[in-house]
């Protein structure tokens, strides 16, 4: 089933910064979010997750409504969220931030168990603080906390930012792989769009909270239109 977003508006408090954005999520496949530093991306995915209300507009998945749900029902509802910062617990262990991901789901210890076979890197590192992870490491932590709710779609709001280039190739591959395993993927690019979008199907770009683009996201990656679309300058 495909998580579907119709004239979403949305803000903080009385400010409005969503404008009646549509989006769709289809299944087995990672679909980009770009437009330039303050298009409302991070706005469109904090209110999908339950984490700002909705002003107006529907989001839809599985034939039912997620508008006016907590972002624990709609994680419940398959939909798993992976914020930019503060996404990890650095005080916890790497194995009791899974945990503490997998409280509110039965079968915890298995699902922890899970993510640590396919991520082996945490799994060498599980009782470490994560707090004395690397960048890459706690991203990838991060990740892994969003899987243990065993999402169909699974946001990701630029998973990338200030890592090194090998866990780039590493995070790409890996959600590449959760696609292919039938996941729908959202993905808010701002960093390192080329290897992202070369991975993706749909791009759907956004300016000053509206709809500006809907492409195939390979066909930003012709010379000169990545710079069209984040700095809005003519090509």
């Not at 508006?9 to 954005?21: D, E, F, P």
């Not at 899987?147 to 866990?167: H, K, N, Q, R, S």
């Not at 701002?190 to 809907?214: C, F, H, M, W």
Request: aromatic share 4%.
């Amino acid at each position: 089933m495909q998580l579907e977003v119709r004239g979403l508006k949305s803000g903080y408090g009385k400010v409005q910064i969503l404008h009646g954005i549509d989006l769709t999520v289809p299944p087995k496949e990672i679909t980009a979010v770009l437009g330039p530093n303050g298009a409302g991306k991070s706005t469109l995915m904090k209110t999908i997750a339950g984490h700002l209300p909705v002003m107006a507009g529907e989001i839809h998945y599985r034939g039912n409504s997620l508008v006016g749900h907590s972002a624990l029902s709609i994680c419940k509802a398959g939909v798993g969220v992976v914020p930019q910062d503060r996404n990890v617990f650095p005080a916890l262990t790497v194995r009791d931030n899974l945990r503490a991901a997998s409280l509110a789901f039965e079968g915890a210890e298995e699902r922890v168990a899970e993510v640590l076979r396919r991520f082996p890197i945490l799994a060498e590192r599980s009782d470490q603080a994560a707090s004395t992870l690397s960048g890459g490491e706690r991203q990838t932590l991060a990740i892994a906390m969003a899987l243990v709710a065993g999402p169909d779609i699974l946001i990701l709001d630029e998973p990338t930012a200030g890592l090194a280039p090998i866990f780039v190739d590493r995070i790409v591959s890996w959600v590449r792989e959760l696609a292919e395993e039938g996941m729908g993927v959202v993905w808010v690019v701002e960093q390192n769009p080329e290897k992202v979008l070369a991975v993706s199907g749909t791009a759907y770009v956004i300016d000053a909270g509206r709809n500006s683009e809907t492409v195939d996201a390979k066909s930003l990656l012709a010379p000169g239109r990545l710079e069209e679309v984040l700095l809005q300058v003519n090509a």
